[in-house]
């Protein structure tokens, strides 16, 4: 059987295996001498010169010591040889020796093949041809002959073609409309390469391409105080017109047509990069990889479902380095707009909280983490969405005010998120919400935070409906629909569809018609990936629809409640004629979640109340409605209504007085 050939690695430290086993070469000098052979590529090295490169003043004896450490290689590459055979890997000619290495058998000589052949493949297959050559880097190049003259102009070149590639894939990467992939190599690239412009110009494009127009002028930002600060210079007219694109929006700039797969495919490239940053620890890039994954949850169906999935690992990941700054930074990264009050994922979002309140323990007192600290109490405020519990507001309001502290437009956006979330804890707050609304569209037009203007807009949809200003939440939802159209924001028009299906029910259209608009709404649903929204979202609608209707509730128990089972099940318990038992399942109710649904479950619970004569229940219900009086009852949610506010109210009014 034939012995398998020898590789070589000079991409890193000088190494040699067969197979997967390791070589042993003894001493520096027995590397570095394989290293200048490897460097000649297969071309004889004379004695004479491997002793000037091996010493700055050669020993008397150094041509013994080259020939000794040539013998001892020879042992080690070809231990099977039999005495006096000749070599057949490093041979002897002439006047010194060569390695005769196969092409494929070297590192770098497969990293320059992989290059090379990339420029001629199509394309969509270049950049994981790229890749696979990049992979073959394990550190710099010929890294123990760091300083030697005779290796200096090849680690030059090596390196230069390294950074080539890189630059070349993220180019590619943009191109085809896969932004948001090149990110994070071009983070860590920039990182340890700050000088050079196209990588900086071509990080800030792909960020303006994945919605991140605040980033990508951060970028461009930090480009010119690096520029300045280390090398004097100005930036070049590629990022100056690359600027001033971003601040006009030049359409020039907007990111080519996507094809219809490509949530499925991002989801795959995320899954690619996460196995070779977190899974290897690689700390340098995750929070590149959890920017990634946030770009991906706005692409919604299995994208969001992926991006939940792979978020609480990457927060694993950063707690195990035991470094609470980048634990922070990996837990804020994720500042995905969220307009919807209850929680996706209960047990996750537990989890991230316990997790962002652990690192605030952890984080240093000092102003420099004050914007680390912000996040994580916006992450906090966030995932304790329809959570009844002080904490949640109470991390709302901190993250606020150190926010506006700062005056850093990205930061108080994702604080006012989390305000936002927090905004639901009594019934009517729509005013309270349609400020934070029209203070993120603010911010989202003037900084470029795109994300966040339609964030704000559907927040200002919500409210509006809520106050009964149809007019005004109808101007919103156009503006949602035209920046998802152009920003490819599909999970927005799932609201619009249904602020729709509300307007139906709210402006006394046919109820047939009313019923088919929440239909076709919550078919709109279907694989967007919110379970949250989903679950019980329509049965409750149309239990809306038949009250504000002044028809009877007609509640199917094998329906999908969800949450709102609660105040289902005592519906059909009145129907069958079992009124003890739905008396006493009102008097279990609890108080509705702090969530944008508050209102249409304080008048669920308020019709039970009107049909058993509960008091009770009927103070409790017109006290917990009475601040909403003049707002559409379930309409913050800009999803469904029960009908005017005052309406109940009154009812409960006569009730109570008869």
């Known amino acids: 059987m034939e012995a398998e050939a020898v590789t070589f690695g000079v991409l890193g430290a000088v190494t040699a295996g067969r197979g997967p086993e390791a070589l042993a070469l003894k001493g520096p000098r027995h590397r570095a001498v394989l290293a200048r052979l490897i460097l000649a590529r297969r071309r004889v090295v004379p004695v004479a010169r491997m002793v000037e490169d091996l010493w700055e003043a050669p020993p008397p004896r150094a041509v013994g010591a080259v020939r000794t450490f040539v013998g001892d290689l020879r042992r080690v590459l070809e231990p099977d040889r039999p005495p006096r055979a000749p070599a057949r890997l490093l041979v002897t000619e002439g006047p010194g020796y060569a390695l005769r290495a196969a092409p494929d058998a070297v590192d770098?000589?497969?990293?320059?093949?992989?290059?090379?052949?990339?420029?001629?493949?199509?394309?969509?297959?270049?950049?994981?041809?790229?890749?696979?050559?990049?992979?073959?880097?394990?550190?710099?190049?010929?890294?123990?002959?760091?300083?030697?003259?005779w290796a200096r102009g090849e680690r030059s070149r090596l390196t230069e073609l390294r950074l080539r590639a890189v630059e070349r894939r993220a180019e590619l990467l943009v191109e085809l409309g896969r932004a948001a992939e090149a990110v994070p190599d071009l983070d860590a690239h920039l990182a340890e390469h700050p000088w050079r412009e196209e990588s900086w110009r071509l990080l800030a494009l792909a960020l303006y391409r994945t919605g991140r127009q605040a980033d990508a002028l951060a970028v461009l930002r930090r480009a010119r105080t690096l520029l300045a600060g280390r090398l004097g210079i100005d930036p070049g007219p590629r990022l100056r017109r690359l600027e001033a694109g971003i601040l006009a929006q030049d359409p020039d700039l907007d990111p080519p047509d996507e094809p219809a797969d490509a949530a499925a495919r991002l989801w795959a490239r995320t899954t690619e990069a996460y196995d070779r940053t977190v899974a290897a620890g690689a700390r340098a890039r995750l929070e590149s990889t959890v920017g990634l994954l946030r770009s991906l949850a706005v692409t919604g169906g299995g994208g969001l479902e992926a991006a939940r999935e792979h978020r609480m690992t990457a927060v694993q990941a950063a707690e195990e380095t035991g470094d609470a700054e980048l634990t922070a930074r990996v837990i804020g990264a994720y500042d995905v707009p969220a307009n919807w009050t209850r929680s996706d994922d209960p047990e996750l979002a537990r989890r991230i909280v316990d997790a962002a309140e652990r690192t605030l323990v952890a984080l240093p007192g000092d102003p420099a983490a004050d914007a680390a600290r912000c996040r994580l109490l916006a992450t906090v405020a966030l995932e304790s969405r329809g959570v009844r519990s002080p904490r949640g507001p109470r991390a709302a309001a901190e993250a606020e005010r150190i926010a506006r502290r700062l005056d850093d437009p990205a930061l108080l956006a994702f604080a006012l998120n989390g305000v936002f979330m927090q905004s639901c804890t009594r019934a009517g707050l729509a005013p309270r919400r349609d400020a934070i609304g029209a203070e993120l569209t603010a911010l989202g037009i003037r900084h470029g935070l795109v994300n966040h203007e339609v964030l704000g807009h559907l927040i200002r949809l919500q409210a509006r409906a809520a106050l009964a200003d149809l007019t005004a939440a109808d101007e919103h939802a156009r503006a949602v629909d035209r920046l998802a159209e152009r920003h490819e924001r599909p999970l927005a028009a799932v609201f619009t569809a249904w602020y729709l299906a509300l307007r139906e029910a709210a402006t006394g259209s046919p109820y047939d018609s009313a019923e088919a608009a929440y239909r076709t709404a919550a078919a709109r649903l279907d694989g967007a990936g919110m379970p949250g929204l989903e679950r019980g979202l329509l049965p409750l609608a149309l239990l809306g629809l038949r009250l504000a209707r002044g028809r009877p509730a007609r509640v199917d128990r094998h329906a999908d409640w969800g949450p709102y089972r609660p105040w289902a099940e005592p519906f059909a318990l009145l129907a069958e004629g079992r009124d003890t038992e739905a008396r006493g399942a009102l008097r279990a109710l609890s108080e509705p979640p702090p969530d944008l649904l508050y209102e249409a479950l304080c008048c669920a619970e308020a019709a039970l109340a009107l049909d058993l004569g509960d008091r009770p229940a009927l103070r409790r219900t017109y006290d917990r409605l009475l601040p909403a009086s003049g707002e559409l009852a379930g309409a913050g949610s800009g999803l469904l209504t029960f009908g005017p506010v005052d309406g109940w109210l009154t009812a409960i009014r006569r009730a109570l007085e008869a």
């Open 108 to 149: 770098a000589w497969r990293f320059e093949a992989a290059v090379a052949e990339a420029d001629l493949l199509p394309a969509a297959q270049a950049p994981d041809r790229l890749r696979a050559a990049l992979g073959e880097w394990r550190g710099p190049a010929y890294a123990e002959s760091g300083t030697a003259d």
